[in-house]
């Protein structure tokens, strides 16, 4: 019974001894996979039929198989799939039939290879900036944006084949604080709440979501003792169960990030989450601390201290949910990737392409010698997926467009800034690839340093569209929400001149 609210992972493309070890030892009923589980789709497909006979052989019962396939900066999936773009990115498209159309495609295609449990959409309203953990990965700062995006994604995924998760409440939208590394604070009352943070999951609820993920957030006007969300009965039980009226799988974020290991310890936040009214909790990155919760656990249980009718609901709820999953079918494999799939994620990011400060004239052309500019993706977060060196923004514009292209580290200093500036003469146009520069404010000094050679300048924002706040008169922004090939290719037609950018911004800029 306890192994059934558990969730572990592992780091490999093959199943470990250790791993399968305790997973039969403490007969842990789930997995969570990781961009380091995934190869290719087949890969994929081999490793989840795996897994679930090694927990159907040590449980009796088959296994939830979860991954966090966003879209966009937070996808775990190979480039043999079909990337959706970041919410904020479906959202600027201003077409909400394209979240619906990201949910089914990820849904189908995740299927197919034999997960069950998308850990999406984000129901986090993004209100602010500073946020160095959400960001695009919300679909803004408009509840009601937020709201109809997020429901038509679930729907999609739902008809796609796979459970769907609204994350993180009450909201991870409204602070500075990245909880994988530190333990944020939202003082907020409760009625505030409601009326903003509050409002995409209570649509979400309303709409038949399966799962409702918390965040590792302080709360202090709800929960008066010094314990994050996930920890808390008052926010877990009495807000989200009984005010919201949720009835579905409430699971915990990673019980292992700094905002509980750091502060409480991760086997006593598991127990803690399950005493707390959390159905499902997650040690993403290790069994052995899932199998050290599960006795942690049992000893509560034997003590009292965890409610053993309660318990035993929560897991009969959990089984109800797993009597539902259908296995896949080997010929879905072909759809994974397929050229539809392709055409419709391809469509989907030049939508979502929105342009800040253009110029009458509109955007300006490369000319016969450009000057491209950019930065390596980096992990701002440990949400984000590991693709540095994977793909370069300067590079893949210069092979395009010709002319001549330079790296920026992801904060330069005012050494780096000069040398960079120095190499504007004789250039046609200069165009600087930023990523997270409003976090990064050495970025945002060589695009105003760029800006005084004269030159034509564009901005393209390769995530977060904030960093066009603070432009320096004449150049041209464009929002791009995304650093992976197909936000590249889609810029590149821009600048070509094939396609045009129409997207309405999510957030709203303050210089």
């Given at each position: 019974m306890v192994g059934q609210?558990?969730?572990?992972?592992?780091?490999?493309?093959?199943?470990?001894?250790?791993?399968?070890?305790?997973?039969?030892?403490?007969?842990?009923?789930?997995?969570i996979l990781f961009a380091h589980n995934v190869g290719t789709a087949s890969q994929l497909a081999s490793l989840c039929a795996d897994l679930q006979k090694l927990v159907m052989d040590a449980t009796g019962y088959p296994a939830f198989i979860a991954i966090d396939q966003e879209g966009g900066v937070v996808s775990r999936l190979g480039q043999d799939c079909a990337i959706v773009p970041s919410a904020m990115g479906i959202a600027a498209s201003g077409n909400i039939e394209n979240a619906y159309a990201a949910g089914l495609i990820t849904g189908r295609e995740l299927h197919a290879m034999g997960v069950n449990f998308?850990?999406?959409?984000?129901?986090?309203?993004?209100?602010?900036?500073?946020?160095?953990?959400?960001?695009?990965?919300?679909?803004?700062?408009?509840?009601?944006?937020?709201?109809?995006?997020?429901?038509?994604?679930?729907?999609?995924?739902?008809?796609?084949?796979?459970?769907?998760?609204?994350?993180?409440?009450?909201?991870?939208?409204?602070?500075?604080?990245?909880?994988?590394?530190?333990?944020?604070?939202?003082?907020?009352?409760?009625?505030?709440?409601?009326?903003?943070?509050?409002?995409?999951?209570?649509?979400?609820?309303?709409?038949?979501?399966?799962?409702?993920?918390?965040?590792?957030?302080?709360?202090?006007?709800?929960?008066?003792?010094?314990?994050?969300?996930?920890?808390?009965?008052?926010?877990?039980?009495?807000?989200?169960?009984?005010?919201?009226?949720?009835?579905?799988?409430?699971?915990?974020?990673?019980?292992?990030?700094?905002?509980i290991a750091d502060h409480y310890g991760t086997v006593k936040g598991m127990t803690e989450a399950i005493k707390a009214g959390v159905d499902l909790v997650f040690a993403s990155h290790s069994a052995k601390l899932a199998a050290e919760a599960s006795r942690s656990m049992m000893e509560e249980l034997r003590e009292g201290r965890i409610n053993s009718a309660e318990l035993l609901a929560s897991t009969e709820k959990i089984l109800r949910y797993k009597a539902g999953l259908t296995p896949p079918d080997p010929a879905e494999l072909s759809c994974v990737g397929s050229a539809e799939h392709r055409r419709q994620v391809e469509a989907m990011y030049e939508q979502s392409l929105t342009s800040v400060n253009l110029p009458k004239g509109g955007l300006p052309p490369p000319g016969d010698k450009p000057l491209f500019v950019g930065c390596l993706p980096y992990l701002p977060t440990q949400a984000s997926s590991p693709n540095a060196g994977s793909v370069s923004f300067h590079e893949a514009m210069r092979l395009r467009f010709g002319g001549d292209a330079v790296s920026m580290t992801e904060n330069p200093d005012w050494e780096e800034i000069a040398r960079i500036a120095a190499l504007a003469p004789g250039h046609s146009c200069i165009v600087i690839g930023t990523y997270n520069a409003h976090l990064r404010r050495g970025q945002l000094d060589i695009v105003k340093a760029l800006a005084s050679s004269g030159i034509p300048v564009i901005c393209i924002a390769l995530r977060n569209p904030y960093d066009l706040a603070d432009l320096p008169m004449g150049v041209s922004g464009i929002a791009a929400y995304a650093y992976n090939n197909s936000s590249l290719n889609a810029v590149a037609r821009l600048l070509s001149g094939d396609i045009r950018a129409f997207g309405v911004l999510p957030v709203r800029l303050k210089g």
């Open positions: 609210h558990l969730f572990a992972g592992f780091a490999g493309l093959q199943i470990t001894d250790e791993f399968a070890r305790y997973m039969r030892e403490a007969k842990i009923g789930n997995v998308n850990l999406a959409p984000v129901a986090d309203v993004n209100s602010n900036p500073q946020n160095p953990v959400i960001g695009v990965r919300s679909y803004g700062e408009n509840t009601q944006v937020v709201a109809r995006f997020s429901c038509a994604m679930m729907r999609g995924l739902t008809d796609g084949g796979v459970l769907s998760c609204a994350k993180h409440f009450p909201g991870h939208g409204d602070t500075a604080v990245d909880s994988h590394i530190g333990l944020p604070l939202v003082d907020k009352p409760l009625d505030v709440l409601l009326e903003s943070d509050l409002v995409p999951f209570q649509a979400l609820i309303h709409a038949g979501i399966p799962g409702v993920m918390s965040t590792h957030i302080l709360f202090p006007q709800i929960e008066q003792d010094r314990i994050p969300a996930t920890m808390s009965r008052k926010i877990m039980t009495d807000l989200l169960k009984e005010r919201m009226g949720f009835h579905g799988l409430v699971l915990s974020d990673c019980m292992m990030m700094g905002a």
